[in-house]
Nanobody, 124 residues
């Protein structure tokens, strides 16, 4: 089993920044791929960024490239999502996800474990 707890969400004005954190625990083998997804009201869940933890390889959605950065602190079992230049369209519930994928760690929602989510609201 893997447990994921997100934190760091909040309300900011457009152009502002937030850093989300995901505290992970449980089987390391099930956490080779860590990701952030988001879901806005009335929309499908979409991938934002993922990181293959053994290689620190990262992948981003086109909509956040150059603005968001995913990173990890392996010693603390934390995964971060630094979000800069936030836009109102970034408003959503953000979820941390974990899965065993390594070579196939991508922005697909085929993760095994999900956190409860943290709300991000960006006002114009």
């Amino acid at each position: 089993q893997v447990q994921l707890v997100e934190s760091g969400g909040g309300s900011v004005q457009a152009g502002g920044s937030l850093r989300l954190s995901c505290a992970a625990s449980g089987r390391t083998a099930m956490r080779h791929c860590m990701g952030w997804f988001r879901q806005a009201p009335g929309k499908e869940r979409e991938g934002v960024a993922v990181i293959a933890t053994s290689r620190s390889s990262t992948y981003y959605a086109d909509s956040v490239k150059g603005r968001f950065t995913i990173s990890q602190d392996t010693a603390k079992n934390l995964v971060y999502l630094q979000m800069n230049s936030l836009k109102p369209e970034d408003t959503a519930m953000y979820y941390c996800a974990a899965g065993p994928m390594d070579a196939t760690c991508r922005l697909r929602p085929d993760f095994n474990y999900w956190g409860q989510g943290t709300q991000v609201t960006v006002s114009s």
